[in-house]
C-alpha cells in the first residue's frame, strides 16, 4: 500500500504540488489523470523516492521512504517496475540487454534462463526480434514498449506507468492496455498508470486520480467518475472526446 | 572476447610497470638485465656527490651512488655505490672524486688496485684519495707554502751565522771583504731581480684567479684548461724558489768560505757601512720572503672562491 | 535572494554539492560487483583508446622541446648532452603529466560530461536509481577509478614516446646523438622525477574525472544543459589541472 500525506513540492519557490493526499490500495490499478503540465510525472517520482518533497510524507507499505537509509530506500526501489516517460532506455546497451539489465543486475540467472525470460518480455511488448537494435534505432514507440518490457522483467509488485500508450497507434494502445490489465491480474500487481489517454483510463484502471492545479483535485472510481458532475473533472474528460455517459448540464 | 577489456588493460598495466621499472633503473644507470652490488668507502669532503651520479672506472661508468650519509662521529662522509655484477675490483682500489659539483659532473671514479689481489666482496670497503684538479692545487699549494717556509727558516739561520761571525771580533774577515762585498751586491741585484720575477709571478697567478673566479659561464673545458695554466704557473713558482733556494745555498757555501779563510773579518767589523749594507739585504730577503710566505695564502683565498660558485 | 548573496553561496552549494557526490562515490567503493564490468570498459575507453593522440602529443612535446632547446644552446662552452638534461626531465616532471592532462581533459572529461548529462536528461540516471541501483556508485565510481588508475599508465606511456621522440629528432635533426642525450638526462635523474609524474598524474586524473562526473550528473535542461555541462567541464578540468599542478609543485618539490 502507498500512501501520499499532504505533499507539497515546489522548483526554485515554484510550486508544482499544493498539498496532495493519495491513498493506493494493495493490487488496484489507479489511473493519474491530469493536463500537460499539471505534476503528474513529478507525483510520481515522490512515490519512488526520486524526488524529496518539499513537505509532506511518502509511506510504502507503512515506510516513510523519506526518513530511511538510501540502502533502505534501495530496497524498497527494488520492487517497483517503473516505465518513464520518455521509454529511459540505456543507449549504450541494445534493446536485449536493456530488458536483461534488471535480470542481470539484480538475479543470480543463468545466461539461458536470462535469454527465455528477456524474450518472453519481447514478446508480451509485441516486439520479438528488435533484440539487436540500439535504442536510437528503434521509432519512439517502440522504445516505449521495449522500455515497458524492461520495467516487467523482474515481475515487481508495483507497476509505475507514465504515459505507457500515448504515441502508439490506437491498436498497440489496446495491447498495451490489455498487457497491463493481465500483468495486474495475474502478478497481482499494484499498477499506477499516468495518463491522459482516456480510452486506457476506462479500459484498465479501477480508481482514477485528477490533479488540477497542482491539487489532487478528485479521487474515485470509474463509476464514480461516470456519475461525477465536477465541472472540470467532466470539462477534462471531454476533451478527450470520450463521452461518459452523463449529459452534461451546459 | 568475453574478457577483451580486461585483457587491454592488463596488457597496458603490465607494459608501463615494465617501462617505468626499467626506465628509472636506465636513467639511474643501473644494469638493465645483471644485478648489482653495493661497495663502500668515505671521503673527508663529498664535494657535492649526490645519489645518482656515476661511478666510473677509467672513465666507463660502470655504476652509480646509492646513498651519501654523513658520518659526524668519524668526521667524514661514508658513500655507498654499486658496480655491475660481475666486476671484479680487487682489494686496495682507491675511490676519488672527480668532476665539479657546480656544473652538476660530479663522479665516482675508482682507480683499480693490482690484478693479482683477491677481489672485493659485495659492501666491502675502498680507500679514497682525494685528487681532482682543484684538489691538486689545493694540496699543492700547502706544501709550497712549506717549502717556502723551510727554506725563510734555512736563510735565517746562515744570516745569523754571518751575523754570529761578525760578531767575533778575533775573526779575521779582511780578504773575504771584498768577496762579500761583491757577494752582497750580486745577491742584491739577483733578490732585485727576483723580486721582479716572483711579483709578477705572483701578479698573474692573481689575474688568473681572479679570472677564474669572475669565470661565470659554466664551461668545464675552458675550466680546465685554466687549471692547467694555473697549474703551469705553480710549477713556475716552484722553479723560481728552487732558483732562490740555490741562491741561499751558494751564500752559505760563500760563508763557509768566510768561515775558513778568518783573518780579514776584522776588517768588516771596522767598516759599519757594509755592515749595514748586509744587514739590510738580510732584511729585504727576509722581508721578501715573508711576503711570498703572506702572498700565496691571499692567492689561495682567491682560489676558493672558485669552489663557491 | 539578493544577487550579490547568490554570488557568494552558489559556488559554496556547488563545492558542496561536489563534496557530498564524492562522499556518496567512495560509500559506494565497497560495492565492486556493481561497477566491475563497468570499471573495466571505462579503463579502456580512458585509458587504452586515449594511447594513440596521448602517444602522439607526448611524442611532438619531446621533439619540440629537444628542437628548441638546441635552439637555445647555441654556445659552443655547454656541453650538448644538457639538452638531454633539460629535455628528459621536463617531460617527466611537467610535459608528460600536463599534456597527457589537457588532452584527457578534452577527451575523457567531455564525454564523461556528455554522456552523464545525457543520462540525465533523458531519464537513464533516473531508471537506474528507480531500479534499487546505485547510480553514483555504477556510473562514477568506475569513471573516477578508471581514470585515477589509467592516467598514471598514460603517463608513462607518455614519457617513454617523448623521451623517445627527443633522442629520436636529436638524432635525425643531427643536434646531438642518442649517447649524449642520454648521458645527460642521466646526470639530472633523480628517481624520485618519476614518482611526482605519477602522483601528479593520479591527482589530474581525479581532478579530470571527478569535475567532469560531476558536470555530468548534475546537467539540467536538455541538450543545451548538456553542451553547457561538457564545455564546462573540459574548461574546469584544465583549470583545475593547472591549479594541481602549481599546489603540487609547491608542495612536493
Ligand atoms: N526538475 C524540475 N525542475 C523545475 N521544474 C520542474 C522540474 N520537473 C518538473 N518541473 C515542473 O513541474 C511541472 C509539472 O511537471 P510534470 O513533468 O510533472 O508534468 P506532467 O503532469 O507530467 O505533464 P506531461 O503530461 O506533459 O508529462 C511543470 O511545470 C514543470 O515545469
Ligand atoms: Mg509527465
Not at chain 1, 503528474?40 to 510504502?60: D, N, Q, W
Not at chain 2, 655504476?63 to 658520518?71: E, F, I, Y
Not at chain 3, 610535459?95 to 575523457?108: D, H, K, P, S
Amino acid at each position: 500500500m502507498i500512501q501520499i500525506e499532504n505533499l507539497y513540492k515546489s522548483f526554485n519557490d515554484k510550486p508544482v504540488l499544493k498539498d496532495v493526499s493519495l491513498e493506493i490500495q494493495e493490487g488496484e490499478t489507479l489511473a493519474i489523470i491530469g493536463r500537460s503540465g499539471s505534476g503528474k510525472s513529478v507525483l510520481m517520482k515522490h512515490i519512488i523516492g526520486l524526488l524529496k518533497p518539499t513537505s509532506g510524507r511518502v509511506f510504502v507499505d507503512g515506510t516513510d521512504i523519506n526518513k530511511i537509509s538510501y540502502n533502505q530506500l534501495r530496497e524498497i526501489r527494488r520492487q517497483f517496475g517503473v516505465l518513464f516517460q520518455g521509454g529511459a532506455l540505456f543507449d549504450s546497451l541494445d534493446s536485449f540487454e536493456n530488458v536483461a539489465f534488471p535480470l542481470r543486475t539484480f538475479t543470480k540467472m543463468s545466461e539461458a534462463e536470462i535469454r527465455s525470460e528477456v524474450q518472453h518480455c519481447l514478446n508480451m511488448v509485441q516486439l520479438p526480434d528488435v533484440g539487436t537494435k540500439k535504442p536510437s534505432e528503434l521509432s519512439g514507440g517502440m522504445q516505449k514498449r521495449v522500455a515497458l518490457a524492461r520495467a516487467i522483467s523482474l515481475k515487481p509488485r508495483y507497476i509505475i506507468y507514465d504515459e505507457p500508450t500515448s504515441g502508439l497507434d490506437p491498436e498497440t494502445s489496446n495491447t498495451i492496455d490489455e498487457l497491463i490489465s493481465d500483468l495486474s491480474n495475474q502478478m497481482n500487481a499494484t499498477s499506477i498508470v499516468v495518463t491522459h489517454d482516456m480510452h486506457s483510463v476506462l479500459s484498465i484502471a479501477d480508481r482514477a486520480a485528477f490533479i488540477h492545479q497542482g491539487n489532487m483535485h478528485w479521487v474515485g472510481t470509474i463509476d464514480d467518475m461516470h456519475r461525477s458532475d465536477d465541472a472540470t473533472l467532466r470539462a477534462f474528460v471531454k476533451a478527450n472526446e470520450y463521452q461518459i455517459g452523463i449529459p452534461s448540464h451546459a | 572476447m568475453k574478457y577483451g577489456n580486461e585483457l587491454k588493460v592488463g596488457t597496458a598495466v603490465i607494459l608501463s610497470l615494465i617501462i617505468l621499472f626499467f626506465g628509472i633503473r636506465y636513467f639511474q644507470d643501473v644494469p638493465l638485465f645483471s644485478g648489482s652490488y653495493e661497495l663502500h668507502t668515505a671521503f673527508s669532503n663529498a664535494d657535492g656527490l649526490v645519489n645518482g651520479n656515476p661511478v666510473r672506472i677509467n672513465g666507463v661508468p660502470v655504476g652509480s651512488v646509492d646513498r651519501v650519509r654523513l658520518n659526524t662521529e668519524q668526521q667524514r662522509v661514508d658513500v655507498y655505490f654499486h658496480v655491475e655484477n660481475g666486476l671484479r675490483i680487487p682489494e686496495g682500489s682507491t675511490t676519488k672524486l672527480a668532476g665539479l659539483a657546480a656544473f652538476g659532473t660530479v663522479m665516482l671514479d675508482i682507480t683499480l688496485g693490482p690484478p693479482g689481489n683477491p677481489p672485493l666482496e659485495a659492501g666491502g670497503f675502498l680507500s679514497s684519495s682525494s685528487s681532482d684538479a682543484l684538489g691538486d692545487i689545493m694540496s699543492q699549494a700547502p706544501q709550497l707554502v712549506g717549502r717556502v717556509d723551510t727554506l725563510l727558516t734555512g736563510a735565517t739561520s746562515t744570516l745569523g751565522e754571518v751575523e754570529g761571525l761578525l760578531a767575533n771580533p778575533q775573526s779575521d774577515l779582511r780578504q773575504m771583504l771584498v768577496a762579500i762585498e761583491a757577494s752582497a751586491a750580486s745577491l742584491d741585484r739577483l733578490l732585485r731581480m727576483e723580486q721582479r720575477r716572483i711579483a709578477s709571478t705572483l701578479e698573474s697567478v692573481d689575474t688568473l684567479a681572479s679570472s677564474l673566479s669572475s669565470f661565470t659561464q659554466n664551461n668545464q673545458d675552458s675550466l680546465s684548461l685554466v687549471v692547467q695554466n694555473l697549474n703551469s704557473t705553480l710549477t713556475q713558482l716552484n722553479t723560481n724558489l728552487a732558483t732562490l733556494e740555490s741562491t741561499t745555498a751558494n751564500l752559505d757555501v760563500l760563508l763557509t768560505k768566510i768561515n775558513q779563510g778568518q783573518g780579514t773579518l776584522g776588517l768588516l767589523v771596522n767598516d759599519p757601512g757594509l755592515y749595514h749594507r748586509l744587514d739590510s739585504t738580510a732584511a729585504t730577503l727576509n722581508g721578501l720572503l715573508l711576503d711570498i710566505q703572506r702572498d700565496p695564502k691571499r692567492y689561495l683565498k682567491d682560489l676558493k672562491l672558485v669552489d663557491v660558485f | 535572494m539578493a544577487v550579490s548573496s547568490l554570488a557568494i553561496t552558489t559556488p559554496i552549494r556547488n563545492l558542496g554539492l561536489y563534496v557530498l557526490l564524492l562522499v556518496k562515490a567512495f560509500g559506494s567503493l565497497g560495492e565492486f560487483s556493481l561497477y566491475r564490468k563497468n570499471l573495466f570498459t571505462q579503463m579502456v575507453r580512458t585509458g587504452i583508446d586515449s594511447i594513440p593522440i596521448v602517444a602522439l602529443a607526448a611524442g611532438f612535446s619531446g621533439a619540440v622541446t629537444t628542437v628548441q632547446t638546441a635552439y637555445q644552446l647555441v654556445t659552443p662552452f655547454i656541453p650538448k648532452s644538457i639538452i638531454g638534461s633539460i629535455v628528459a626531465p621536463s617531460l617527466i616532471l611537467e610535459l608528460g603529466a600536463v599534456v597527457t592532462g589537457f588532452i584527457l581533459a578534452g577527451r575523457v572529461g567531455a564525454r564523461i560530461a556528455a554522456e552523464l548529462g545525457t543520462m540525465r536528461v533523458t531519464e537513464q540516471i533516473d531508471a537506474l536509481e528507480a531500479m534499487g541501483l546505485n547510480s553514483v556508485g555504477y556510473l562514477i565510481v568506475p569513471r573516477v577509478l578508471a581514470g585515477v588508475i589509467m592516467f598514471p599508465i598514460l603517463y608513462v606511456f607518455a614519457c617513454f614516446v617523448g623521451i623517445g621522440g627527443g633522442i629520436l629528432v636529436a638524432q635525425i635533426g643531427g643536434y646531438l646523438s642518442i649517447g649524449e642525450f642520454v648521458k645527460g638526462a642521466r646526470e639530472f635523474f633523480q628517481p624520485f622525477d618519476p614518482i611526482f609524474g605519477i602522483i601528479k598524474s593520479v591527482v589530474f586524473g581525479f581532478a579530470i574525472t571527478t569535475i567532469s562526473c560531476y558536470k555530468g550528473y548534475f546537467t539540467g535542461g536538455g541538450a543545451e544543459g548538456v553542451g553547457k555541462a561538457t564545455t564546462e567541464a573540459a574548461v574546469m578540468s584544465c583549470v583545475y589541472i593547472l591549479l594541481a599542478d602549481l599546489l603540487l609543485a609547491v608542495l612536493l618539490l
